[in-house]
């Protein structure tokens, strides 16, 4: 069996989607990569600050309330005060804490690493995500692979693509890595 490898490769992280007051209805918040840290006494208020897409009011995403500064690592410190990247991404990436924030998840831009799937011989394929995501397996292989809605139902119906865990690929969103099995399939035309 030939055994092929998708990297999912974010280019962004998820849009929060909540209520902007100045527009009057729910819109995409993208963060902003900076943090905004508040000092009252001994502790600690610290954000990711959002900006709404469409008129840029911002939205603080709350990461700690009232924090005793001895009880963060004096590197992760850093990088809040000096809107360090990598620190941003990694709490941009955090579905968990986006909705706990009280928001909902849109949807990152990704782009799919890899090679084509070629349907005349069975594959193996291994799709690795970083983080999990809001991405629908089904959309990343419908994508990639170039199918009609239609076929990829036949395809799953008749247990052509399956998952090797279980996963119930029309639903399934991309939690962590997804290994399928992929038959040999006639190709459409
Ligand atoms: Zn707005």
């Known amino acids: 069996m030939q055994k092929i490898t998708w990297d999912i490769q974010y280019l962004s992280p998820p849009p929060a989607i909540k209520y902007c007051k100045k527009c009057g209805k729910k819109t995409e918040y ?3 990569g900076l943090f ?3 000092a009252q006494r001994k502790y600690l208020d610290i954000w990711l600050i959002y900006k709404c897409l469409d008129c840029d009011s911002t939205w ?3 990461i700690y309330s009232r ?14 005060y000096s809107n360090n990247g990598e620190l941003a991404k990694r709490y941009a990436m955090d579905i968990e804490l986006i909705r706990r924030n009280g928001a909902e998840i849109g949807l990152p831009k990704y782009k799919i690493l890899g090679a084509n ?3 005349g011989t069975p594959i193996e394929l291994h799709i690795k995500s970083s983080y999990p995501s809001r991405l629908k397996v089904s959309s990343l292989l419908r994508e990639k692979m ?3 809605q239609n076929t990829f139902k036949q395809m799953i119906n008749s247990g052509s693509i399956r998952s090797v865990s279980g996963l119930n690929l029309k639903k399934c969103r991309l939690q962590a890595d997804a290994i399928l ?5 006639p190709i459409e035309g």
């Open 181 to 185: 099995i992929i038959d040999k399939w």
């Open 30 to 32: 993208l963060c902003s």
């Open 36 to 38: 905004r840290i508040n």
């Open 146 to 148: 170039n199918l009609s």
């Open 117 to 119: 799937i070629n349907f």
């Open 67 to 80: 924090i005793n500064p001895k009880n963060v690592a004096p590197k992760i410190l850093d990088g809040f």
């Open 60 to 62: 603080n995403m709350t």
